[in-house]
Nanobody, 121 residues
Framework: QVTLVESGGGLVQPGGSLRLSCVAS????????LGWYRQAPGKQRDLVAS???????NYGDSVKGRFTISRDNAKNTVYLQMNSLKPEDAAVYYC???????????????WGQGTQVTVSS
């Protein structure tokens, strides 16, 4: 079994910054693609950013130039640096990972429990 645990959410004023972290633990052979998604009340869950094991990043249009995704493969950890936060960035942020639990197995997709980000003055 694999567990993803997010941290770093909280309350921040518009224009402020937060850094989210997500650690994958458990029966892991290799963590492949990692991503951050967010879901605001009454809305669908959308991709914020993703990153391949090799470091190739992809961003949702609404966060380009403000958010940066990075990862530490040795620590099975992904980060999301969020700058210039806007009220519309408020949501529950979820970590997502494609994980191989064995060299014999294909990727299986996992979700974290989510961390709340509130942007308000």
């Amino acid at each position: 079994q694999v567990t993803l645990v997010e941290s770093g959410g909280g309350l921040v004023q518009p224009g402020g910054s937060l850094r989210l972290s997500c650690v994958a633990s458990g029966s892991i052979f290799r963590v492949n693609n990692l991503g951050w998604y967010r879901q605001a009340p009454g809305k669908q869950r959308d991709l914020v950013a993703s990153i391949t094991r090799g470091g190739l990043a992809n961003y949702g249009d609404s966060v380009k130039g403000r958010f940066t995704i990075s990862r530490d493969n040795a620590k099975n950890t992904v980060y999301l640096q969020m700058n210039s936060l806007k009220p519309e960035d408020a949501a529950v942020y979820y970590c997502n990972a494609d994980v191989q639990t064995s060299i014999l197995y294909n990727n299986r997709n996992y979700w974290g429990q989510g961390t709340q980000v509130t942007v308000s003055s």
